[in-house]
Every structure is written in C-alpha cells, then in structure tokens.
C-alpha cells in the first residue's frame, strides 16, 4: 500500500506534496505495471481525464505531459 495517492482535487500527492503522480508513485506505478504497459497507459489516461474536470485552470499540455509523458 503506498502513501503517494492524489489528493483531490487539487491533484498533490499525499505522501509527499508533489503534483501528482510524483516520482515516487511513477516508480511504483511502472512496478505494479511491468508486465502490462498499455493497462498502464489506459490507468493513466482515465486519470488525466479526471483531472481535466478538477483542475480546468491548468493548460492541457501541461497535464498531458504530467500523466502521460513519462510513460515513454
């Protein structure tokens, strides 16, 4: 079980207060999904969308890279 689950809705991170997904979780999330890198990617994805509705203030660039971006 891990502390670093978002914050809502302001998207932080619960165990360290870094936007998330903060490093620590991108690390755990790449592990939890080794074997499956597209469940990861659609994982990620269904977050980015809920994180459109919460943080409209946010240019979508921005977020994509935030949820999506690391994944390479």
């Known amino acids: ?3 670093h689950c978002p914050v809502l809705p302001i ?11 903060c490093p620590t979780r991108r690390q755990e999330l790449r592990a939890e999904f ?3 890198p597209v469940s990861l990617a ?3 994805g269904a977050q980015l969308v ?5 943080l409209t203030w946010a240019p979508a660039g921005t977020l994509h890279l935030r949820f999506l971006g690391w994944l390479r």
């Open 42 to 44: 659609l994982y990620m």
């Open 1 to 3: 079980m891990t502390t």
């Open 11 to 21: 998207w932080s991170c619960g165990g360290c207060g870094a936007p998330w997904p």
């Open 50 to 54: 809920r994180a459109t509705a919460d």
């Open 34 to 36: 080794a074997d499956a």
